[in-house]
Nanobody, 116 residues
Framework: QVELVESGGGLVQPGGSLRLSCKASGFTFTWYEMSWYRQAPGKERELVASITSGERNTNYADSVKGRFTISRDNAKNTVTLQMNSLKPEDTAVYYC?????????WGQGTQVTVSS
């Protein structure tokens, strides 16, 4: 069965860093565009970053450009989000997403809290 398992969330002080990982299984990882979304309390889920498979083209939300980096390892079926210079407004549940045309898979989410 399809699984997306996120890890790496936690509590960090403003200005700190976290590295989120997502391990995929149950589908052909190299066919799928991979993304990270986040959802803060009372807000809609929003796209944070995405990466295509072949050329590894990336796309970032304006709010995270220059601070976050998405990458993927097709040999290990993993996608990673390196988050630097974290701000309190980055606090949210972060979700891994796989997309191919109309097919989407979601992970269970991992909590990131930025607070002093």
């Amino acid at each position: 069965q399809v699984e997306l398992v996120e890890s790496g969330g936690g509590l960090v002080q403003p200005g700190g860093s976290l590295r989120l990982s997502c391990k995929a299984s149950g589908f052909t990882f190299t066919w799928y565009e991979m993304s990270w979304y986040r959802q803060a309390p009372g807000k809609e889920r929003e796209l944070v970053a995405s990466i295509t498979s072949g050329e590894r083209n990336t796309n970032y939300a304006d709010s995270v450009k220059g601070r976050f980096t998405i990458s993927r390892d097709n040999a290990k079926n993993t996608v990673t989000l390196q988050m630097n210079s974290l701000k309190p407004e980055d606090t949210a549940v972060y979700y891994c997403n796989a997309r191919l045309a109309q097919t989407r898979y979601w992970g269970q989410g991992t909590q990131v809290t930025v607070s002093s």
